[in-house]
């Protein structure tokens, strides 16, 4: 759990609330008022970030189509000659506006750009989550709800007369008339009221067999309706979700979304030989890296898993699918996964409710090199950043969690590991001290010595030091060291909160860390 931002309580409140459609140039809405922005490079400090310059509907429209439109509009704002269409400029220890969201990163690369996209994402959202609310604001209001049979009523209320075969959600935005979708061309570039069926697969490609109207989308399903003036509305169909495959597979979609030690987790970890390494992107990142003896890799945030990994040139294919012939093909991976939901590229998608299955294939498009399982609502990068490893990953992740959080218990269950907690969260983790176990201090950071002195824990300057002390300032709380004789750690301790009995004046502030 991070801890309060220090200088919120500073900041003037901000009711404005950015949203990112695309991401290359960076082009969005601005919601509270429905201005749409573009994002232009400034230069701040030693870096740089975007300064966001209000657009018409009309270039937005334009921009969302072709990146290339906006590129003289854009350079006229990095010379200064639109300064009086700002909206936010990068700067203040805040390189994005407060309420920001930006756009997610998708497992098969979309055939479009478009606000349909952040509609897509609140399908699977519960009816207060801040996806459905962004969908809401998105919308102003003129989006209908509903769920198809089986679903249970929409929230709003509202139904159509067409359903989902087999259950499912759908949202229906109308393009004209009262009611209509407040930027109708951006909900899918190059599409707007009045466009004709021709022009559609042009921009989507080719629909759906047997379906005239209807195209694939990252496995829901976009459906067009026409009348003699062209297009005027465009409905969002989520399909029921479609159960688990059996077999070994199972195992590693199970945990997604699920607690971090808790029952899926080890069940997933098992045949993969174990958790080997446990890896921190930064000091400032939550996410985890979790490397198995293996070679599969897990995904953790917040106590609960995110995706797994399995490269097939590390991993025993007939581990995962028992029986398939060898060398594992497409054709075997349809006979136990079913038909991919949406196909990019060398990567085909299979859907199951919240849990996406994706297989990378090799450059022969028959050969799977690798099989990702991620939850619907993330985004995840195999490039994940290498910072350090060791236990206290898992000590500062352990930090606001529920006592009895499987992976609270899993540290309480550690040797020479003393865990305090407070309301029913643990507040702190302490080790060397009580029941002292030489190997917990070697492991809490790996590459550390057996009796690790000061210099040898491999953060950087602490943002405080003493005399027989260190405190360094992670995002998720504090790591305090403690050397007896100034000098061979004693005791560490990670905790929500700094240490309140040490003497502020023995503390020196590092300022330039």
Do not use: N
Not at 36 to 48: A, E, K, L
Not at 152 to 179: K, M, R, Y
């Amino acid at each position: 759990m991070a801890k309060r931002d220090k200088k919120a309580a500073r900041r003037k409140p901000d009711a404005r609330c950015f949203v990112q459609v695309a991401r290359e140039p960076s082009i969005g809405v601005e919601v509270s008022t429905g201005r749409p922005w573009v994002g232009v490079d400034q230069q701040v400090g030693h870096g740089s970030a975007d300064a966001l310059f209000a657009l018409t509907e009309e270039q937005y429209a334009t921009a969302l189509a072709d990146a290339w439109e906006i590129r003289p509009f854009m350079a006229a704002c990095w010379r200064g000659e639109h300064d009086d269409l700002r909206l936010f400029d990068p700067g203040g220890g805040a390189w994005t506006p407060g309420r920001w969201f930006p756009s997610r990163p998708r497992v098969i690369p979309p055939r479009f750009a478009g606000e349909l996209w952040h509609h897509a994402d609140a399908l699977g959202d519960a009816p207060d989550g801040e996806r459905t609310a962004l969908s809401r604001a998105l919308a102003a209001g003129t989006a209908r709800a509903r769920s198809g049979p089986g679903g249970g009523p929409a929230p709003d209320g509202e139904h159509e007369p067409d359903t989902v075969p087999g259950g499912g959600q759908v949202l229906t935005f109308a393009l004209t008339g009262d009611g209509a979708y407040p930027r109708p061309a951006a909900l899918i570039a190059g599409l707007d009221a009045g466009s004709d069926r021709e022009r559609a697969r042009a921009v989507l490609g080719e629909p759906l067999e047997g379906a005239p109207d209807t195209y694939p989308m990252e496995g829901d399903r976009v459906r067009l309706h026409h009348t003699d003036g062209g297009l005027t509305r465009i409905t969002l169909e989520r399909p029921a979700p479609a159960p688990l495959p059996s077999g070994p597979i199972r195992a590693f979609l199970a945990p997604l979304g699920r607690p971090e030690a808790g029952t899926e987790f080890q069940e997933a970890v098992r045949p993969a030989g174990g958790t080997a390494r446990r890896w921190a992107v930064s000091s400032g990142v939550t996410r985890r890296l979790i490397v198995c003896d293996g070679g599969v890799e897990v995904q953790v945030q917040d106590g609960r898993v995110l995706s797994t990994r399995i490269r097939l040139d590390t991993f025993d294919a007939d581990a995962l699918f028992p029986g398939a012939a060898r060398p594992l093909s497409r054709a075997a991976l349809h006979r136990a996964l079913g038909a991919p939901a949406d196909t990019g590229g060398r990567a085909e998608l299979h859907r199951y409710g919240p849990r996406d299955l994706v297989v990378r294939y090799g450059p022969d498009g028959e050969t799977p090199e690798e099989i990702t399982t991620v939850l619907g609502e993330v985004s995840v990068s195999h490039r994940i950043h290498r910072w350090r490893s060791g236990e206290f990953t898992l000590f500062l992740d352990v930090l606001g969690l529920d006592a009895d959080h499987p992976l609270a218990r899993h540290v309480r269950g550690l040797a020479g590991t003393r865990v305090r907690t407070h309301a029913g969260t643990v507040t702190a983790v302490t080790i060397g001290d009580r029941g002292h176990r030489p190997e917990r201090l070697a492991a809490f950071a790996d590459g550390m010595p057996p009796a690790p002195t000061r210099a040898d824990l491999p953060f950087g300057v602490p943002a405080h030091t003493g005399d027989h002390d260190d405190l360094r300032d992670f995002a998720q709380g504090w790591i305090h060291v403690h050397a007896s004789d100034g000098e061979t750690i004693t005791t560490i301790t990670v905790s929500q909160e700094p240490p309140r009995s040490l003497p502020v004046h023995r503390w020196t502030a590092h300022r330039d860390r």
